[in-house]
Every structure is written in C-alpha cells, then in structure tokens.
C-alpha cells in the first residue's frame, strides 16, 4: 500500500512538473510566416518559456502578461522567456510598463515610466541602438549597473569594446553648478553628475565639454546620479548637443539630443582647465 502512494505521489509531482513547463507566457501573430522553435508557422502561435521565434519577410506581434506588447521587425531573431526577450538579430519594439527587458548584446533596456514605448536594434559592428519613443527606458549591464537613461525622443548608439574589465571612462556636454563645497555637471537629458579632480570655479554657469573616469566606488551627493574625476575641461565653443557618452564596463554609450540625431563622437582635443 505504501509503495502505490508513493509511486502516485511521484507521477503527481511529475505532472505538476510538466505542466509547470508547458504554461503559456504569451502568443504571436504574423502576417506571413514565422518559425517557434524551428518550426515554420503561419498566422499565429502559443509562445513558452524558452521559445525561439524568427521572423522573415513578416513582422511579428507578441503580446505577453500585463498588457507587455512586442513586435520584432522583419528578419529578426530572439528567444523570449516570462520577463524578457533576448535579441540575437535584427530589432524589436517594446511597449510595456512593467518590468519586461529587451536584452541585448549583453544590454537589458528596462521601461522606467509607465506606458513606455521604444525600439532596440542591433546593428552592424557589434553595436546596440536603443530609442525611446514615449516614456523612458533604464539601460543597464549584466552586473546591474546603469550604463544610460534615455528619455523620450532619445536615443542612445552603445558599442561593444574590448576587454569588459576596462575603466569607466565618460565624457558629456552640459553645465556647471556649485552647492555646499561639491562642483555638478547637468546635460541636456537633467542628468546630474559630481565632479571632482579639478577646480571648476571659473566654469561654474557656462556649457563645457568635459571627460574623466567614473568613480563607481564612491557615493555621490545631492541626487547625482555618479561621482565622475575630470581629466579635461572646456568651455563648449562648438556647440555641441550631445548629452553624454560613457565607456561601462567594455561598453561604449553614445547618448544624442534626438531619435535620429547624429552623433558626435566628441573625439577632439579638448584644453585641460587650470588646477
């Protein structure tokens, strides 16, 4: 008698198992075809945990829990799971204002306002665009680190460089302000950083370009969002419109005034203000 509960016991536990995997997270629509798992599908589809979906010649709509809306352009490809989808190829368009992640290249673009609508794409060269179309979205590395915020009618160029170990080096356009003994750097996107290493009191109300290197172990003051040491400073003659470009961790963000923008890669020599 004990040996059959058990044995019912197991084959329950071993049902409870297999239904677990095959719950649906959500379903996609294509007009046309579409290939779940490497399968060729025509109009529509049950998606799970861990399906692989391409697209060809046709777009495809997902729509998930908690009204999370997906549509990955034509030629794309990812493998979607309960609160993300990887990207391998091509691009896609979230809608969403839960937590759902777009991953890419090692990126996770996360939705920071409710109702937030934006595009990721993968580009030629290695590199990760990602634009905000309504709402803002959190950009952050495998370690959890915020590598960029973009607001709406923003869209920020992020290449992958060699050696993820690399310093964090930033450089931005914006203006210098003084409170209670800290010197502050706002760009264009209201983003506050501290800036320390240099005396920045013949700077303070102009527009300067400025670069140095991220200190990730210190805390910033006032709401900054990073304490950052400045190697270089000028005052901002050509009138850039750039807010800011990071290197993170291996990662190189290019943060432009507007979708579309073109980005200035802020590659000339800038003249080191006077300690």
Known sequence: MLKTLLAVAILLCMSSFAAAGTVSI???????????????????????????????????DLRMDKGTQITMSTNSRGTLYRDRLVLQQGESMLSASSSFQLVANGLHVTPSQPSSVGVVSLKDGNKVEVAALHGSFGVTN????????????????????????NPTAYSSVGTISYSNGYYFLTDSAAEKFEITCKDLKRYVGKEVAISGTVQTAATPVQDASSVVCARSVSINRAGLTVSNKLVFSGTLAYTAAGVGAVVYEANQTATPASP
Do not use: W
Not at 41 to 52: I, P, Q, R, S, Y
Not at 142 to 164: C, K, R, T
């Open 142 to 165: 495998d370690h959890g680190s915020l590598v960029a915020s973009i607001p709406a009618g923003h869209a920020a160029l992020f290449a992958m460089q060699g050696g993820g170990e």
């Open 26 to 60: 959500g379903t996609a629509s294509a007009r046309g075809d579409m290939r779940v798992d490497s399968y060729v599908v025509k109009g529509n589809a049950t998606l799970f945990e861990g399906t692989l979906l391409e697209t060809g010649q046709a777009t495809a």
